[in-house]
């Protein structure tokens, strides 16, 4: 079973994140870092900025991989997920962009960019910690309900809803959103030494309890994460609304050894 840790906030959350995540850098200067995008991780990275500035950390060194890009939008839109990266993380942390990679959407090269891109990730050591957030329907990177539960970095097409709920990053126009995208695979999300996933709000509360106490099931990508041997779900009061268990993890994590953080 996950770990599942109910917190107060997003800030107490991002907090928890940003304190292993510095702790890794400390111990590894070379870390790898798996991002995501969206709304959901913005307090995490927040966070772990403070952490770098106040403890002085050296992330110069410090690698990253992003979780997806969509596919035939220029990298210097403001919207590709590599300008989004280089916004929310890169600049704030100071890293080297040099060293922080995401998919490559180009349409010439797209038929084998997610072989190169698993490539890549396995070349850098694999990732030590990767972020998450999670749809209402319980997807991950854009791992849609029904995607392989094995899958390695590929072409989605994005369903319609997603591209709907995306039109308001793109002047409220669904048509200006791409059509599909390239997202690590659950099979590639999986091989990270540890999972993080952060969920905050109501909305959040159906998929949150599909995912910890469903059933394993491709129809809900991230209950994969119960396969994991090292996954822990950070959510606040509101999505943790509907889990049966969660008397159970409040005092699970109330009474866990300091020394084994998250």
Same mark, same amino acid.
């Given at each position: 079973?996950?770990?599942?840790?109910?917190?107060?906030?997003?800030?107490?959350?991002?907090?928890?994140?940003?304190?292993?995540?510095?702790?890794?850098?400390?111990?590894?200067?070379?870390?790898?870092?798996?991002?995501?995008?969206?709304?959901?991780?913005?307090?995490?990275?927040?966070?772990?900025?403070?952490?770098?500035?106040?403890?002085?950390? *050296?992330?110069?060194?410090?690698?990253?991989?992003?979780?997806?890009?969509?596919?035939?939008?220029?990298?210097?839109?403001?919207?590709?997920?590599?300008?989004?990266?280089?916004?929310?993380?890169?600049?704030?942390?100071?890293?080297?962009?040099?060293?922080?990679?995401?998919?490559?959407?180009?349409?010439?090269?797209?038929?084998?960019?997610?072989?190169?891109?698993?490539?890549?990730?396995?070349?850098?050591?694999?990732?030590?910690?990767?972020?998450?957030?999670?749809?209402? *329907?319980?997807?991950?990177?854009?791992?849609?309900?029904?995607?392989?539960?094995?899958?390695?970095?590929?072409?989605?097409?994005?369903?319609?809803?997603?591209?709907?709920?995306?039109?308001?990053?793109?002047?409220?126009?669904?048509?200006?959103?791409?059509?599909?995208?390239?997202?690590?695979?659950?099979?590639?999300?999986?091989?990270?030494?540890?999972?993080?996933?952060?969920?905050?709000?109501?909305?959040?509360? *159906?998929?949150?309890?599909?995912?910890?106490?469903?059933?394993?099931?491709?129809?809900?990508?991230?209950?994969?994460?119960?396969?994991?041997?090292?996954?822990?779900?950070?959510?606040?009061?509101?999505?943790?609304?509907?889990?049966?268990?969660? *008397?159970?993890?409040?005092?699970?994590?109330?009474?866990?050894?300091?020394?084994?953080?998250?």
């Amino acid at each position: 079973m996950a770990e599942v840790i109910i917190v107060k906030n997003q800030d107490e959350a991002g907090a928890l994140y940003a304190k292993s995540v510095a702790d890794l850098i400390e111990r590894k200067p070379f870390a790898v870092l798996g991002l995501a995008t969206g709304s959901t991780p913005l307090v995490a990275y927040e966070h772990l900025a403070l952490e770098v500035r106040d403890r002085g950390l *050296d992330v110069s060194h410090v690698r990253g991989f992003a979780l997806d890009e969509y596919a035939g939008l220029p990298v210097e839109h403001p919207e590709s997920y590599r300008s989004v990266i280089t916004r929310t993380v890169v600049e704030p942390l100071g890293l080297d962009p040099k060293h922080v990679h995401v998919p490559n959407g180009a349409l010439e090269t797209i038929a084998t960019a997610g072989a190169d891109y698993d490539r890549a990730i396995e070349e850098a050591g694999g990732i030590d910690v990767q972020i998450l957030g999670v749809g209402t *329907d319980g997807h991950i990177g854009f791992n849609e309900p029904g995607s392989s539960l094995a899958s390695g970095t590929r072409i989605k097409t994005l369903t319609q809803q997603t591209r709907v709920d995306n039109a308001r990053f793109f002047d409220g126009d669904m048509n200006q959103v791409p059509t599909h995208c390239i997202t690590q695979g659950i099979g590639t999300i999986m091989k990270a030494r540890h999972l993080v996933l952060l969920a905050f709000g109501e909305n959040k509360a *159906d998929a949150v309890a599909a995912s910890v106490e469903g059933g394993v099931s491709a129809m809900c990508p991230a209950s994969a994460l119960q396969l994991h041997p090292h996954a822990t779900f950070i959510v606040d009061e509101a999505a943790a609304s509907k889990l049966k268990l969660a *008397d159970y993890y409040r005092w699970v994590y109330a009474n866990k050894p300091a020394w084994q953080g998250i």
